[in-house]
């Protein structure tokens, strides 16, 4: 497996992350492709995006990320479905946590009411991650759709106070800004 990091909306493999997208997440959490890839444009701006691929070179999802100082917010992870369920996301996390190591990686996840959502929980608990009970919720990404409940989850450490007074202005002021 490579991860590569993708720097350019005209990347030749963004029409299959975005399929890649489009199938792993409910529309409700799905910000416009179109917005997240034009960030990709703007210098110094904090998102990232890191492809990840086959040894062969094949395409098979993505690591969607933002960098705040000390703080990574984990935004989307995906794959395509015939790669998920065999450990590339335990090995994407793996590897995104030793390049890393000195900051704290927080992420959205939704509560832990559904077959499905449990299934996540498990798999962010025995990565490590710290499934919080400090709710956020994510106000509609576009016309039309619905607020998303979350729980916060963070990464190697619990959140003090002050990091979660932190991350809440990241996700309200950056963000989330004017949604």
């Known amino acids: 497996m490579k991860i590569v990091a993708i720097t350019d909306p005209g990347h030749p493999d963004m029409p299959f992350f975005k399929a890649v997208y ?5 529309m409700d959490e799905q910000c416009p492709w179109e917005r997240m890839a034009g960030f990709l444009l703007l210098p110094d701006h904090h998102f990232r995006l890191q492809g990840v691929y086959l040894d062969d070179g094949t395409p098979i999802g993505f690591n969607a990320y933002s960098e705040f100082g000390r703080y990574l917010y984990g935004i989307y992870l995906a794959f395509d479905r015939a790669h998920r369920g065999a450990g590339y996301g335990r090995g994407v996390l793996q590897a995104f946590h030793a390049q890393h190591v000195a900051l704290l990686i927080f992420g959205e996840i939704e509560h832990p009411d559904t077959p499905k959502a449990r299934q996540r929980c498990t798999f962010y608990r025995n990565l490590g991650y710290h499934i919080t009970d400090i709710g956020f919720v994510q ?9 998303v ?8 450490d619990p959140l003090s106070p002050d990091d979660t007074e932190a991350i809440r202005n990241i996700l309200t002021t950056v963000i989330y800004r004017g949604r």
Do not use: T
């Open 139 to 147: 106000p509609p990404l576009r016309p039309g759709l619905h607020p």
């Open 149 to 156: 409940p979350y729980l916060i989850i963070s990464y190697p």
């Open 22 to 26: 489009e199938d792993a997440f409910p």
